[in-house]
């Protein structure tokens, strides 16, 4: 930042509103005063160009225009500080309310999932207590039957696991179009097998015999 005029030996640096003071020691120059200014090693004479209003200013400034890398880094830095102490928070948590912590789990994918791709979804699926009966309602896949696994689970996926799948892929997640299996079920339009081929394929039988109903474990007791 270079020096804007010069007055009975002292000079006023860039927009700094403080006045500093030549110190002829080569090209050195310090300020009157090092009240207004951050100590800083890599610059010369070990004092910052800039004094601090000036600084916190351009500080400020940066933080806003680069917000979303700010809380991008700052998140990551928590997680890195926090990881494993949230990890064991959330186990504790799931083992003492499985039900409970399952459903946040599934309304929460759906919220991901409809947002990212602009999916419709029934005000019912919003709401965790809502999934939360409906898990306690069916205990088990409504594809083939497997009992779903509602314990911690390391943070992973079994195939037991309970999930909400889209019946015809091009709806939302409308009650008439959600159905509650397991992820095994769910994943096995990627991986075929005959005999689970064979299964789903008797399960989309069934359900297109319901038509534009809620499943018959959805309905509300």
Known sequence: MGLLGQRNGQVQRGGCRVIMKIWKRGLEMKPASLAGFYRVKQCLGGIDTVCRTC??????????????????????????????????????????????????????????????RGFEVSPELRTKAFVEAWLRRQPACECCGVTFHIGPKNGQKTDASPSFDRFNSAGGYTLGNTALICWRCNNIKRNYEAEDLERVAGWIKRRSAWGNETGKFGAAA
């Open 55 to 116: 600084r916190n200013a351009q500080r400020k400034a940066w933080k806003h225009k680069n917000a979303e890398r700010v809380r991008a880094q700052r998140r990551e830095l928590y997680l890195i500080r926090n990881g494993p102490r949230l990890r064991a928070k959330a186990l504790a948590r799931h083992e003492r309310f499985p039900f409970q912590f399952t459903a946040e789990i599934l309304t929460k994918g759906i919220y991901e999932r409809a947002r990212d």
